[in-house]
T-cell receptor, first 113, second 113 residues
Framework: RKEVEQDPGPFNVPEGATVAFNCTYS??????FFWYRQDCRKEPKLLMS???SGNEDGRFTAQLNRASQYISLLIRDSKLSDSATYLC??????????????FGAGTQVVVTP | ETGVTQSPTHLIKTRGQQVTLRCSSQ?????VSWYQQALGQGPQFIFQ???????GRGNFPPRFSGLQFPNYSSELNVNALELDDSALYLC????????????FGPGTRLTVT
């Protein structure tokens, strides 16, 4: 089983619509969580950290469910520029894996006019 | 831009050769991590350097090695290149040990023929 799993998509979303997707992680000791965005053949860029209480940044909302070991990302009022691959990232700050970020394979979102 | 730079941007090598990739971290960041991203996959953690010492390593063979310099820049060295080493190599920097957000450079695309 992969440590971080994501639905690869693609999620085809009409412009202006809302899209949401999840990511599950296997290690219950994971301590910090992030969503990164990656455009084709570019580097990942930090979209937002995910906090236990959930957090919102403009049209983006992230949630963490520790009991079920998943995080989610919701994008409201989708823009064409939101088309990208969204990478779920989990950090396990344990003695033998300090600072090791575990990436999912990404969820592709395609926003259509 | 993140302030993390990498060189070269593209590189073509032959199987069996050796390669050195370079990364300059963002100002004020003393921790550098290296990742390998194969096509269609999420980045895979190679190793991390903090204050010039390796501090955490992923499942990569010893022919992947690295250095960090006093100015916190870093190198990734790969010996005895194999075809499967063809990938995007990303470095990421952050401020300190722990759970802080990481910022990625643009990557070096390595092709092994």
């Amino acid at each position: 089983r992969k440590e971080v799993e994501q639905d690869p998509g693609p999620f085809n979303v009409p412009e202006g619509a809302t899209v949401a997707f999840n990511c599950t992680y296997s290690n219950s000791a994971s301590q910090s969580f992030f969503w990164y965005r990656q455009d084709c053949r570019k580097e990942p860029k930090l979209l937002m950290s995910v906090y236990s209480s959930g957090n919102e940044d403009g049209r983006f909302t992230a949630q963490l469910n520790r009991a079920s070991q998943y995080i989610s990302l919701l994008i409201r009022d989708s823009k064409l520029s939101d088309s990208a691959t969204y990478l779920c990232v989990v950090n396990m700050a344990l003695a033998d894996s300090w600072g090791k970020l575990q990436f999912g394979a990404g969820t592709q979102v395609v926003v259509t006019p | 831009e993140t302030g993390v730079t990498q060189s070269p941007t593209h590189l073509i090598k032959t199987r069996g050769q050796q390669v050195t990739l370079r990364c300059s971290s963002q100002s004020g960041h003393n921790t550098v991590s290296w990742y390998q991203q194969a096509l269609g996959q999420g980045p895979q953690f190679i190793f991390q350097y903090y204050r010039e010492e390796e501090n955490g390593r992923g499942n990569f063979p010893p022919r992947f090695s690295g250095l960090q310099f006093p100015n916190y820049s870093s190198e990734l060295n790969v010996n005895a290149l194999e075809l499967d080493d063809s990938a995007l190599y990303l470095c990421a920097s952050r401020k300190e040990e722990g759970l802080d957000e990481q910022y990625f450079g643009p990557g070096t695309r390595l092709t092994v023929t």
